[in-house]
């Protein structure tokens, strides 16, 4: 039963163009969401989120989405750098219930090519 | 250190042996969290602690699988008889609470042979 799901394993981007990774989840008690960037060989490394009573938050070069009657979030990186490149998860938590466990997609690996 | 830090970085077993990876949380963050993950996967939950008490252990895989978190701070997964299929990226993260974003440390692979 695969909660959070990240249905596109690869991107390939170009230097200075937009990157957009897509996330679906089915449980509807999530009210907290978050991406996760990960390089090789090194742990996930927190890059922004977003609760449930909100649809944007950006921070910098990055804006999550996130479309509720969907259940679907989205992360935009503007422009794309070759730095960007690596994976991205993105994961989901029921906080009311459920504390800070988290529920991870599979990741989307993204290339920026320069 | 500032952030998490998990030892050793690469462990091999045999398979049955006992095994322990320790986990230093960020100071002062009272939620612990440990994860695994395998090739091409996202991090599936395992345990979680707030304090010194395991708030939520529904990601345990089986009974041979057990963590411990004694005095709120540093915490030790503990895996007993390891099978090849325990293989795996075993990681720790913290949080200052439940409720804000968790940092994780850089893993330890394990590898049971």
């Known amino acids: 039963d695969q909660q959070v799901k990240q249905n596109s394993p690869s991107l390939s981007v170009q230097e200075g163009r937009i990157s957009i990774l897509n996330c679906d989840y089915t449980n509807s008690m999530f009210d907290y969401f978050l991406w996760y960037k990960k390089y090789p060989a090194e742990g996930p490394t927190f890059l922004i989120s977003?609760?449930?009573?909100?649809d944007k938050n950006e921070d910098g070069r990055f804006t999550v989405f996130l479309n509720k009657s969907a259940k679907h979030l989205s992360l935009h990186i503007v422009p794309s750098q070759p730095g960007d490149s690596a994976v991205y998860f993105c994961a989901a938590s029921d906080r009311g219930n459920q504390g800070g466990k988290l529920i991870f997609g599979q990741g989307t690996e993204l290339s920026v090519k320069p | 250190g500032a952030g998490v830090s998990q030892t050793p970085s690469n462990k091999v077993t045999e398979k049955g042996k006992y095994v322990e990876l320790r986990c230093d949380p960020i100071s002062g963050h009272t939620a612990l969290y440990w994860y695994r993950q395998s090739l091409g996967q996202g991090p599936e939950f395992l345990i979680y602690?707030?304090?010194?008490?395991?708030?939520?252990d529904s990601g345990l895989p089986n009974d041979r699988f057990f963590a411990v978190r004694p005095e709120g701070s540093v915490s030790t997964l503990k895996i007993q008889r390891t099978e090849r299929g325990d293989s795996a990226v075993y990681l720790c993260?913290?949080?200052?609470?439940?409720?804000?974003?968790?940092?994780f440390g850089q893993g330890t692979r394990l590898t049971v042979v």
């Open positions: 993260a913290s949080s200052r609470s439940p409720n804000t974003e968790a940092f």
């Open positions: 977003i609760s449930s009573i909100k």
């Open positions: 602690f707030q304090g010194t008490g395991a708030a939520d």
